[in-house]
């Protein structure tokens, strides 16, 4: 028996991936506004991220990358993540830039002392 193919899954992809881009630059171009509630754009923002971040996997490396080095960005997503609904927090949580700490610790040990626990 054979399972039938998701025929939306691609278009639902493609859709989600152009939402997530909107709200991304909505959120980018309405943060720096002179608009009575402040951070209005944090929201668009952080919710665009999460969409792309939970769709395209190179979006989620390039945010571990930028939360690995700029770090005041990754305690904001964190603060963020923590205070948003549990599911943006779950994605947001997923570009958590520990793999890539993670690698560069293994790149830097010595050969010797990788091959002695071998």
């Known amino acids: 028996m054979t399972l039938p193919n998701r025929v939306g899954s691609p278009l639902l992809k493609y859709f989600m991936l152009a939402l997530g881009w909107v709200l991304t630059i909505v959120g980018i171009v309405v ?3 002179p608009i009575p509630i402040p951070l ?3 929201l ?3 919710a665009g991220l999460a969409i792309l971040i ?17 770090r005041w960005i990754s305690y904001m997503l ?4 923590r205070r948003a ?5 779950r994605i947001l949580h997923r570009s958590h830039p520990a793999p890539i700490e ?6 830097s040990r ?6 002695s626990k071998n």
């Open 54 to 70: 939970h769709y395209s996997r190179n979006m989620r490396r390039l945010v571990q990358r930028v939360r690995h080095r700029v």
């Open 40 to 42: 209005i754009g944090a």
């Open 102 to 107: 993670r690698r560069a610790r293994i790149q």
């Open 110 to 115: 010595p050969t010797q002392e990788i091959e």
């Open 31 to 33: 943060m720096p506004m």
């Open 78 to 81: 964190e603060h963020f993540a």
């Open 44 to 46: 668009p923002l952080m």
């Open 85 to 89: 609904p549990k599911k943006i927090g």
